[in-house]
Each structure stands twice: as structure tokens, then as C-alpha cells.
């Protein structure tokens, strides 16, 4: 049967492989699971609360504060726009936890309304004072002197007057089309125009170009660091756009859109054409929510409401800049180190110390041993160096690789043109459906494919979620497999920031799996069992659910059984099933779970055995970890897959076994170990799926983040 793509978020599924048609047709009573844009909600409130923690620097809680709005945008683009999709078309599909989709929007829209203003008197109450106190001033208005005043005239008259485009509401000129997340002002006039018009409203769209924050002269500021917002300058010289006429009213807003891309990929005889040809459309998607800043008056709300189809709920008065995620460039811009993290310099492995990029040969230590690499607590470099040097040796034949997410500006991607310009046979399975990542690869696949790669975008109806690097070079008359696998993106800038493993390997069982995988991505044929590794959507899930059921085994025989997970989201329902099980057994069950987890843990008779944290810092956790004790074999896979049923069913994904025992006791002690003993930053669920931050006063204070970074970085 031909797959159907449709979108994923819309609550819409493709038409299901046999072996979740047969998961579904289990029985999950409704009350065992946790509705999944609480739990993101949720999440998003412990990213929050870091913006309150006051052992944080300064800067960085503005910073965690901009990190919510962002957050919080991608939810309102793909989960509420799902949501509404679905409404729309009066789906009768329940969520795991049983819920309608209208009532799970009634819910969302409560909890978003009630963090979006909690989030505002944050930034009111606690950060803005503290800022100001520390030398960092946002000065309004009311606060301008005349020679200030004067200053920002002038700036307005140079830098924003000439770039504005004010747009009178009237018969000729209807309401104009508004970008996605794009700042505007609403103005109410009073007075007729030089043709006698007097529509009483216009629309002002600020282009992205201008800054949303503007560095004001010390002096002026009377600070060191003072600033003005971009809203501020509008509204106060708003009248210089409308000559003649009074300006009633000046009011910010910024409308949230649908950003979910569909594209029929069985319809779709060259994918990228026709994904360039919907990405413009992103911009232009049915609206989800309205921000209006809080002096918007009653008429103009309605009136932008019904402009963009919306109600009430979908209605966001806030106290202060309608997108907080430009402020993020004040953190960015600022020279004070007494008001940010520490700088952090990325250590390497042992055996790769020296000066990376000039190592004589990577292979030859490859082939020495496994290397496990720990990011960012270790630095990217050997996956960069390993890369170039692949590219420019002339005993390598072959480099494939998968990208999901890669950057606009990537040393990876030039090696790969440089290695097809040196004619080797470059292989590249360009996941061309990465989120908000579609242009970027567009673009690579144009310049790998001119430079003599083979291009290929995967399989149709599964997303390449897998990150697999195989370089095969001739060593002594035969073909030798090197390769890497990995937790996260090839991605050199979020390596930096967010945690994942890394392995590189010249195991030949596990280069002959990669390459098995490969044959699958750019041909034909069925699939062949694998030695080593876990595949999605083949082997992956029904392997992790085997070994949950092999704990419960070992459990009712009277031998100890023991299950540690880490991952960024807990939600497929067979996979939940089976924890579940395995704690009325006996088995001892702690889940490390980032972001979204549908469990119940504590309940009695259901889950007492299952503990749920969420680790929150400085790093963005993300690596995937598995270890189930196995009668004391001790098994241990890494993944890039979450357990969620869109990675199991729908996505091409690996799970790889850590084989050296000092890399796993390594992978032990660092990637689970040291976040179950945190009790800095560590949040407990309970069976409601509410989190109570563990900060120990009595025991030894333990950050496993800063652990890490002592343990792992130069000293």
C-alpha cells in the first residue's frame, strides 16, 4: 500500500506500517497518560524559572527569558496550528490521554495565557530593575530629557523614517498582508490626509532590517549600557509618517502563523522544486495567535481579530515588546563578562590532544580504538578534521553522510564539495523536510549536486532523522569502513550548546550495518537484519520494548533488573505500556526526560517504581541514552531518536551499542549517572505532571552540567 503524507502536526497521520496498526489496537486506558502540549507548556515554565533563578548571571536570565518566546512561538507555528487544523476539519480523533482537540486548545490556551503573563511580570518585576541596577537600561519614554529626545529624533529621521512604508486603510487600500512574527503598529488618526481621506486607521510594518533594541550614547543614557526599544521610537514619532493628522492610538502587535509545511511527496515528481515552491507560503499561513501590546484599545483588538480570523482566546495583551526574542541581541552585543556565563573551553579525548586539524592521521587512532566524544563538554573538531582530512587523502574512496540540520555556513558541507571535486564518490542523504531547516539544505543539495555528489532525499513518507557519517579508504589492498554516529546534528555552532554523543569507530560489524543502511536510503530492496545496530522504523521500537519486557523477566525470576533512559521526549503509548509493566513487576526505573513526557510515574499499583526528572542549564540536554541492566551484561545504546511514535514509525533513525567497556562506563557515569545525582538542576514530576525543582541544602550540591565542563574542558 502507498504511503499518504499529511501533516504530522494536525494530529493526521500517514497510513500506518503493519507493526504500529498492531500497537494501536492495544488497550491504553486514557487516565495512564499526560496530555503532550501540557507537558511542552510545562516544559517551557522550567526553562522560565531559570530567568528567576538569581544564582544565574544577569544577562543569561534575559537570555532564558528570550529562549521562552522562542519556544513558545514554534509551539503556537506547529502544535496550536495542529490543533486548529484539526478543529477546522471537525477531526474526531482523541489525543493518548483522550482528549477532543478543541478541548486540549481550551486547556493550552489557558496554561499559554497564564505562563505568557507570568513571563511578562518577570521581565517587569525582577529583570529589568536588576538590569538597571547593573548598569543596563531600557529607557522609556517617560524617562527621555530633551537632548535624548533630540538624539532619538534624529535616529528615527535617518535610520527608520526611510525604510517605513505607512499603509492607510481604505477601499484602495485594504489590510495589508503581514508576515509571520513580523513587528507592526496599528494607528488610529484623526484628521483628513492631502486627498481629503479620512480613514481614521493605518498600518505601519516595521521590516526586519531595523533593530528592535537600539544602543543609545552613555552619556545620554546616563548608564554605560542603555538602550531603547524600536516600539518606542514609533510611537512617539508615529505622527511624522501621517503630516496633518493626530494620532490617536499607536499600538504594536504581532500575529503568529501556521507555519507547517505540506507537500504530497508521492505527488511530487522533484521534492526540492516543489518544497521551494511552498516555502514562501510559511510566511503566509492561517494565523494561530495575536500579540497586541496592553494599551491596545478594545476597538482595535477586535478589529485585528477579525482581520486575521481569530477569537478572543487566540489574544495576547502583554506588558512591554511583542516578540522577546529580539531582545536576545542585548546578550549577544554586550562586552560584560561579570553578567554572563563563564567562558568554556571544549576539551578532547586523551588521545587527541595536540592541535586537531593537523594531526597526521585520524585513522590511524580510529583504528586504534573506539573514540567517544562528549558534546560540548568536547569539542566538534575531530568530526570537522576527520571530515577534511577524508576529503583530501587520496586512499579514500567514499564519504556518505546524512544532514538533517547542517547551518547556512557549514565546514562539513565544503568538505563534502571538496571531496567531490577531488573525485571521490560523495554520497549525501539531504533530509530536505528538516523544520525551519528547508531552505538551508535546499541550498546545499544544489552546491553538492553541482560540485558531482550524488544527492538523495531519503525515503518517501519517513524523514532521515539519523546521523551516520561512512568513509570507506583503502588500506593495504582492501576497503576499510570508518564511522561516525551520533546523538545530534551535524551542526558545528549547536554542538557548542547542546549535549549529544559522538562515536567514531572502525568496528567493521557496525560500518557493514551503517552501509546496509545507506544501500536502503539510495536504493532499493528489502531490508536486511542489522548486527549491531536499532533502525527505525524497523527494528528500533519493537527492540527497546523487547528489552523492557527482558527486565520484567529477569524481575519476576528474583534477579535484579534495573532501566535508566535519557531522552528529550516520553510519548508513544507501547513503549509507556511497557515501563508500566515492567514497574509492577519490580523494576527499578529512572527516566532523564528533557522536554514533553506522557507518563504517569508514582502511581500506586501503576508506577511507583518509575522516577521522572528534567535536567534545565546553561546546556540544552539533548543526547538519547539506554541502558538496561541485562542480568548484570549491562547494554547500552545511544540514539537520534526519541521515544515518540512519529521517530519510531515515521522516521529513519539508529540506535548504536557503546562495545568498549571504558567508553561505557564513560557514557555510564556521564550521560546518566551524574544528571541522577544532580540536585542543582534537576525538576521531579509527579503522577499530575507537575515538576518540583530538587535543590539540596543538606547533601553535597552536585551540577552535572558544571561537573562536566570541570571534568571534560581544558583546564
Known sequence: MPLQIVRENCYLRQILPIRELRMNTLAFPPEHYLNRELSLIAFNRRVMAQAQDERMPLLERLRFLCIVSSNMDEFFEIRVGGLKEQIR?????????????????????????????????????????????????????????????????????????PVLTPIGLDPSHPFPRVFNKSLNF???????????????????????????????????????????????????????????MTALGCYQFRVTRNSDLFVDEEESTNLRIKLQGELPHRHFGSAVRLEVADNCSPGMAAFLLSQFGLGEADLYRVQGPVNLVRLMQVPDSLERPELKFSPYAPGL??????????????????????????????????????????????????????????GADSVLMHSLIRAAQNGKEVTVVMELMARFDEEANIGW????????????????????????????????????????????????????????????????????????????????????????????PFTLHENIVAHIQAEVAHARAGRKARIIAKMNALLEPATIHALYEASA?????????????????????????????????????????????????????LASADWMERNFFRRIELAFPILDLRLKKRVMQEGLHAYLADNQQSWEMDATGHYTRKISTRAKPRNAQQELMSLLGVR
Open 349 to 406: 579525548p586523551k588521545n587527541l590532544d595536540g592541535d586537531i586539524g593537523k594531526h597526521p592521521d585520524l585513522f590511524a587512532l580510529i583504528r586504534m580504538g573506539d573514540i567517544l566524544l562528549h558534546h560540548p563538554y568536547q569539542s566538534f573538531a575531530p568530526v570537522i578534521a576527520l571530515l577534511q582530512q577524508a576529503a583530501n587523502d587520496p586512499q579514500v574512496a567514499a564519504i556518505k553522510m546524512t544532514i538533517y540540520r547542517t
Open 585 to 637: 513487576a519490580g523494576v527499578k526505573i529512572d527516566l532523564i526526560v528533557r522536554g514533553a513526557c506522557a507518563l504517569r510515574p508514582g502511581v500506586p499499583g501503576l508506577s511507583e517504581n518509575i522516577r521522572v526528572r528534567s535536567v534545565i542549564g546553561r546546556i540544552l540536554e539533548h543526547h538519547r541514552v539506554a541502558y538496561f541492566h541485562a542480568d548484570g551484561e549491562g547494554k547500552l545504546y
Open 445 to 536: 543539495a544544489t552546491r553538492l549536486e553541482e560540485a558531482g555528489a550524488h544527492v538523495v532525499y531519503g525515503v518517501v513518507g519517513y524523514k532521515v532523522h539519523a546521523k551516520a557519517l561512512l568513509i570507506v579508504r583503502r588500506e593495504n589492498g582492501e576497503l576499510t569502513r570508518y564511522t561516525h554516529l551520533g546523538t545530534g546534528n551535524y551542526h558545528p555552532r549547536t554542538a557548542r550548546l547542546y549535549s549529544d554523543f559522538g562515536l567514531l569507530t572502525a568496528s567493521e560489524g557496525i560500518g557493514q550495518d551503517v552501509s546496509e543502511v545507506f544501500k536502503q536510503l539510495t536504493g532499493l530492496g528489502k531490508a536486511r537484519a542489522l548486527k549491531h545496530l536499532w533502525q527505525a
Open 186 to 244: 496599528a494607528v488610529e488618526l484623526q484628521g483628513k490626509d492631502a486627498f481629503g481621506r479620512s480613514s481614521g486607521a493605518a498600518i505601519v510594518q516595521a521590516p526586519r532590517m531595523l533593530p528592535r533594541v537600539v544602543a543609545l550614547p552613555p552619556e545620554l543614557a546616563g548608564c554605560p549600557c542603555g538602550f531603547v526599544f524600536l516600539s518606542s521610537i514609533l510611537h512617539e514619532f508615529v505622527e511624522e509618517l501621517f503630516a496633518g
Open 89 to 161: 476539519a471537525d477531526a474526531q480523533t482523541r489525543t493518548t490521554d483522550g482528549k477532543t482537540a478543541q478541548e486540549v486548545f481550551q486547556l493550552v490556551s489557558a496554561a499559554a495565557h497564564a505562563l505568557v503573563e507570568e513571563q511578562y511580570q518577570i521581565l517587569n518585576q525582577e529583570l529589568l530593575p536588576a538590569l538597571a541596577a547593573a548598569g543596563v537600561r531600557f529607557v522609556r519614554r517617560s524617562e527621555w530629557h530633551d537632548a535624548l529626545r533630540g538624539w532619538v529624533r534624529g535616529y528615527f529621521l535617518r535610520e527608520v523614517m
